[in-house]
T-cell receptor, first 115, second 115 residues
Framework: DQQVKQNSPSLSVQEGRISILNCDYTNSMFDYFLWYKKYPAEGPTFLISISSIKDKNEDGRFTVFLNKSAKHLSLHIVPSQPGDSAVYFC??????????????FGSGTQLTVLP | DSGATQTPKHLITATGQRVTLRCSPR?????VYWYQQSLDQGLQFLIQ???????AKGNILERFSAQQFPDLHSELNLSSLELGDSALYFC??????????????FGPGTRLTVL
């Protein structure tokens, strides 16, 4: 039962253009969403997050949009740079048993930015 | 920001064997999380410890166990290994736990290959 889905395994965009990575979730108990970036042979690194009480959060070239009614979020990267080429994971957070928070990850999207 | 530290980077072993993966959290972090990433899959949450105590359990098999020691480093023990246990195992750490959303800082992972 995949509660967080990234339906596009890969995405290629031209340098300077916009990259849009999508993520869908099914569990309405998720109240915080995060994007992580992963380079080969490294662990995931935190990129940007958004609380469920917001619909947009921006940090430099990165913007995350949340549509709660559609249970959908997206990450926009503008302008895209070759160094952005990596696997991007969407993650959703909710309080689990024992008041601890758990992250549920999507399967990732490989972004390739072409020079 | 640097993440948790993990050893070893690579581990090759045979079916039926037992291995131990080690994780040291970032300085000051009290929570440690373990994740498994199988081929083309997202990160699956296994277990979380906070200040030496188990706080949350995910999809962790009974053959797997973990603990967090007084110096806050953690070990993940995998026993009676099967071919399907071959995966990347990530450790992450964060400052707190509970209802607060904390950024998790990941280590580079241990690649386990079971032959």
């Amino acid at each position: 039962d995949q509660q967080v889905k990234q339906n596009s395994p890969s995405l290629s965009v031209q340098e300077g253009r916009i990259s849009i990575l999508n993520c869908d979730y099914t569990n309405s108990m998720f109240d915080y969403f995060l994007w992580y970036k992963k380079y080969p042979a490294e662990g995931p690194t935190f990129l940007i997050s958004i609380s469920s009480i917001k619909d947009k959060n921006e940090d430099g070239r990165f913007t995350v949009f949340l549509n709660k009614s559609a249970k959908h979020l997206s990450l926009h990267i503008v302008p895209s740079q070759p160094g952005d080429s990596a696997v991007y994971f969407c993650a959703a957070s909710k309080i689990s048993s024992g008041s601890a928070r758990q992250l549920t990850f999507g399967s990732g999207t490989q972004l390739t930015v072409l020079p | 920001d640097s993440g948790a530290t993990q050893t070893p980077k690579h581990l090759i072993t045979a079916t039926g064997q037992r291995v131990t993966l080690r994780c040291s959290p970032r300085s000051g972090d009290l929570s440690v999380y373990w994740y498994q990433q199988s081929l083309d899959q997202g990160l699956q949450f296994l277990i979380q410890y906070y200040n030496g105590e188990e706080r949350a359990k995910g999809n962790i098999l009974e053959r797997f166990s973990a603990q967090q020691f007084p110096d806050l480093h953690s070990e993940l023990n995998l026993s009676s290994l099967e071919l399907g246990d071959s995966a990347l195992y990530f450790c992450a750490s964060s400052l707190r736990t509970g209802g607060v959303v904390d950024t998790q800082y990941f280590g580079p992972g241990t690649r386990l290959t079971v032959l």
